[in-house]
């Protein structure tokens, strides 16, 4: 028995050991999750904001998000997170039952400026105990949130109390420091953003982050496994997967900072930008000098990490942006299929169909065009890959987005782009191969 079966085989055993206490919960999990809140909606966070200037620098936003509402008493500012199970939409098609934060995942950005005191309540409305570590923020030891080293764990239905000083500006996460395979795994994550006091390097104009995540949902799940180690078959920004993502809207020549984290389970992710060369200018360890920023189209986002770029797009477009892992650009129906590339199949369909009518090989000469096949899907599932775009099928999906560079940003955000005449690569011309010496036949 290897170790991930035995360690399945002893968790069912756990499970059926402690059958009458968990029975309550699971009981309330099936049904939803607990009660919403009378307070939901102002705890479940603001969509995320336009950019409003404050000390020359833009409220982040965080697609497919919101952010952390604070409201200040005395010289505090004082926020609310609640931990809970509740059905998440991965996109369109596909749903699960998920943890997190605000009934969110990742739970809602906290934004805060050096300097600022926080005192952030946690209340724990999960099956069971948890904490809150904020990751990469320098406080004192026993808000640190790691579960029996520095604080008692959250029991199920108490609220506990985290108050520090946000001492440095940076970009950094939060996570549970309890049971942390599964609470991550289940996707309670989130990023934090503490600005400087005084704007440090040139302006930017916008403002993202972006949490980078992996999920096990086997098709027809309604929960992810939060034991697979290796196969991960949901690949997410904000935890959405294409064509789910909502696209980063920005205007030609502005200056952009994306924030990127990093709480996948297992695996760091190459983000790579097209049409892009960007500065690494900051980590969850503080600034980067301006004479060690490298030019760069891919960034790596190691697990437990957080990396920020800042560029300036030069040319207007729908422009790429994605993990640069092939299979973290799949979805679940990728895994796990035969490898049939390159078989001579022949007759094969035809025989095969005697026995089963809707019988059809698929893939032998690749497998770019699976995610357009009008196949049918099952239930709570999404095809292979991809989305609709403007000229087919886009054959990625996964940790996938799109950059909208447009000249007027807030103008046309639905729209693709409209390339000007003759900038569109397209079939080859016979008389002009002739020319430049080309020979097809
Ligand atoms: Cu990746």
Same mark, same amino acid.
């Given at each position: ?57 833009? @409220?982040?936003? /965080? ?32 749903? !699960? ?33 948890? /904490?809150?570590?904020? @990751? ?13 080293? %520095? ?23 939060? @996570?549970? +420091?309890?049971?942390?395979? /599964? *609470?991550?795994?289940?996707?309670? %994550? ?30 027809? !799940? ?15 920004? =904000? ?22 984290? =990093? ?8 983000? +790579? ?41 030069? *040319? ?5 942006? @994605?993990?640069?892992?092939? +299979? ?6 990728? +895994? $796990? ?5 390159? /078989?001579? &199949? ?14 059809? %090989? ?29 000229? $087919? ?7 996938? %987005? ?37 020979? &097809?036949?």
């Amino acid at each position: 028995m290897d170790r991930r079966r035995f360690i399945k085989a002893g968790s069912m055993l756990a499970a059926g050991a402690v059958l009458t206490k968990s029975t309550l919960a699971r009981a309330q999990d099936e049904a939803g999750g607990p009660e919403p809140l009378g307070d939901r909606d102002a705890a479940e966070g603001v969509p995320s904001r336009a950019p409003r200037i404050t000390n020359e620098q833009p @409220h982040v936003l /965080t697609p497919n998000g919101a952010t952390l509402p604070l409201r200040t008493v005395g010289n505090v500012r004082v926020g609310h997170l609640i931990a809970s199970s509740f059905e998440h939409e991965f996109a369109p098609g596909l749903k !699960a039952q998920c943890w997190g934060y605000n009934h969110r995942t990742p739970g809602p950005t906290l934004e805060a400026v050096e300097g600022e005191r926080l005192r952030i309540y946690v209340t724990n409305r999960l099956s069971e105990p948890t /904490t809150v570590h904020w @990751h990469g923020v320098i406080l004192p030891n026993g808000m640190d949130g790691v579960a029996g080293l %520095t604080q008692r764990a959250i029991p199920p239905g108490e609220t506990f109390m985290y108050e520090f000083t946000a001492r440095y500006p940076g970009t950094f996460m939060y @996570h549970p +420091h309890f049971d942390e395979m /599964t *609470q991550i795994a289940l996707g309670m %994550t989130g990023m934090i953003v503490v600005h400087p006091r005084r704007a440090r390097g040139p302006r930017v104009q916008r403002d993202f982050v972006l949490m980078t995540h992996e999920w096990r949902l086997d098709v027809g !799940a309604r929960r992810p496994d939060p034991l697979e180690m290796t196969d991960f078959n949901v690949l997410t920004f =904000n935890s959405r997967t294409f064509p789910g993502t909502e696209p980063l809207l920005m205007g030609r020549g502005e200056r952009v900072r994306i924030r990127f984290g =990093n709480l996948s389970p297992m695996s760091h992710h190459p983000i +790579h930008l097209h049409g892009m060369s960007f500065a690494t200018t900051a980590t969850d360890g503080g600034y980067i000098p301006r004479s060690a920023q490298v030019p760069n189209t891919t960034v790596l986002v190691p697990v437990g990490s957080t990396r920020v770029i800042e560029f300036v797009p030069e *040319q207007s477009g729908d422009w790429a942006m @994605h993990c640069h892992m092939t +299979h973290h650009v799949m979805t679940q129906m990728g +895994h $796990g299929i035969p490898n049939m590339i390159g /078989t001579q &199949t022949s007759d094969l369909d035809t025989r095969m169909r005697r026995i089963e009518p809707r019988y059809m %090989t698929m893939a032998q000469d690749g497998m770019g065009s699976m995610g357009e096949m009008k196949m049918p899907i099952p239930k709570n599932s999404l095809p292979m890959r991809g989305g609709p775009g403007p000229f $087919g099928n886009i054959d990625m999906g996964g940790m996938f %987005t799109i950059l909208k560079v447009r000249d007027s940003p807030m103008k046309g955000t639905g729209l693709w782009y409209s390339h000007p005449q003759g900038t569109v690569a397209g079939p080859a011309d016979a008389s002009q191969m002739r020319a430049d010496g080309i020979e &097809t036949t």
